[in-house]
């Protein structure tokens, strides 16, 4: 069985705030959620979008001095 390729797409700086901006927006609202007792797995729910909110951040981290996105992070900024 052959291995896919991983998909790549071409990122710059504009792009790379972009998702750095996308990054604090995640965090933000993980603070939020995080602070709401309802009951609910909040916990859960604020530790996902902590988990998204670092996956943007590396993205942005790398994506200027690399000059390409792999797959998730290139279809997230495809959608900006």
Do not use: W
């Amino acid at each position: 069985m052959t291995p896919q390729k991983s998909r790549t797409q071409d990122c710059n700086r504009a792009q790379a705030r972009v998702r750095l901006n996308q990054a604090r927006e995640f965090l933000d609202v993980a603070e939020v959620v995080g602070d709401v007792e309802s009951g609910l797995a909040t916990e859960h729910v604020a530790a996902a979008l902590a988990v998204l909110a670092g996956i943007a951040a590396a993205d942005a981290a790398c994506c200027t001095p690399l000059g390409y996105l792999v797959d998730g992070a290139a279809k997230l900024l495809a959608q900006d």
